[in-house]
């Protein structure tokens, strides 16, 4: 299964799974926290998830590349 998806495709792809795995955790947090575990918890997760993830995906492929030169900039060799 390895190498399946072109290099070109990696920031992409490592958007889109950043995002998914972000979302997925604190939409089901956020939820948990403001209004509890209820029989009906999954609908309202995926609901969130969906609502929210198409913010996140763009975010991360446009904030992902400055964090990079942040960390670069600010780390040593040494």
């Known amino acids: ?3 399946r998806i072109p290099a070109r495709f990696a920031p992409i ?3 889109g799974m950043l995002s998914i795995i972000m979302v997925s955790i604190i939409s089901a947090v956020v939820l948990v ?4 575990i209820t029989p009906d918890f999954a609908v309202r ?3 969130s998830f969906l609502s929210t993830w198409p ?5 991360v492929l446009v ?3 400055l964090v990079r030169k942040c960390v670069v900039y600010l780390t040593t060799d040494s």
């Open 13 to 15: 792809l490592f958007g």
């Open 1 to 3: 299964m390895k190498g």
């Open 45 to 47: 997760w995926l609901k």
């Open 63 to 65: 904030i992902a590349p």
């Open 55 to 59: 913010i996140a995906f763009p975010t």
């Open 33 to 36: 926290v403001s209004q509890g």
